[in-house]
């Protein structure tokens, strides 16, 4: 119960990681403030109440000022202040490439994945330092950190994310505040629901996430997990990181390796 009444935010909860991630806090105690633009909130929340869990859904767009400002005051006026912002809130923008993505996707994209993000650590920050300590985790991703896992926009978006999370918990210097982002790598979320689905329909599972050690995708849960570990007091001592969380595909430059217990040719 590492969350036992702590006040928690998790926006993008309608679905995939953010809704793995209220649900495990709420089930460790945890007070949940369930946001998300879609009706998947109130789904969130009421499987959380279902269970026995407390949460409260909102609708909010995670790139607007006046939503983020709406949500926080929602978590502070129904449990008493705030102790953890998930600013998991994002959207793929899309595989178009550099020549073929125009000005209005770049700024969506950018507006949504790291304005929001900045809000969410802007106005949050001050209400979690008013508890005496407390944590911000930020969903990245492994796009972020090279090329190769995402579109321009998206990729573009997600680098910020690293580095607003660095910069982040560099300036809240004395407030007791950790600011930390998770990096997925490819897992199954509504956003790469298409991908997964045909895989299945075309019976190859076995080519899904192949590019890394483990052989796989990872399930929301799994990325759910890390997050509560940077949001929790077992990770007291860190601070301003990016955490892959890719089965080891982000571990290695491009390069024929050889498969375990398997002879090199």
């Known amino acids: 119960m590492r969350f036992e009444n702590k006040s928690i935010i998790v926006t993008g909860a309608g679905s995939g990681i953010g809704r793995a991630a209220a649900r495990l806090f709420a089930a460790e105690g945890g007070r949940v403030v369930v946001a998300d633009k879609t009706e998947g909130a109130d789904e969130t929340a009421h499987l959380i109440t279902e269970a026995g869990g407390i949460a409260h859904a909102i ?44 000005v209005a996707l770049i700024t969506e994209v950018l507006r949504v994945n790291l304005i ?7 106005h949050a920050a001050p209400r979690i330092g008013e508890r005496g300590k407390g944590a911000i985790v930020l969903t990245a991703s492994v796009a972020g950190i090279r090329s190769g896992a ?93 955490i892959a969380v890719d089965g080891g595909l982000s571990s290695s430059h491009p390069v024929t390796r050889q498969e375990y217990g398997k002879t090199a040719a």
């Not at 006026?77 to 993505?101: E, K, P, Q, R, W």
């Not at 929001?116 to 802007?122: D, M, Q, T």
């Not at 809240?172 to 790598?185: D, E, K």
């Open 116 to 122: 929001g993000p900045f809000l969410a650590i802007k």
């Open 150 to 242: 995402g579109s321009p926009a998206y990729s573009a978006s997600k680098a910020g994310v690293i580095n607003l999370a660095a910069v982040s918990a560099q300036q809240l210097t004395g407030s007791n505040v950790r600011v930390n982002a998770i990096c997925p790598g490819l897992t199954e979320t509504g956003m790469t629901k298409p991908v997964f689905d045909y895989a299945r329909e075309a019976n190859k599972m076995d080519r899904v996430g192949r590019l890394n050690p483990l052989h796989r995708g990872a399930q929301p849960e799994e990325l759910a997990k890390c997050a509560l570990f940077l949001a929790s007091d077992d990770a007291s001592y860190v601070n301003g990181q990016a």
């Open 59 to 102: 609708r909010m767009d995670a790139g607007l000022e006046e939503d983020v400002i709406r949500t926080i005051a929602l978590a502070c006026d129904s449990f008493g202040g705030l102790d953890v912002m998930f600013a998991n809130a994002g959207i793929s923008g899309g595989m178009a490439n550099l020549f073929d993505t125009d």
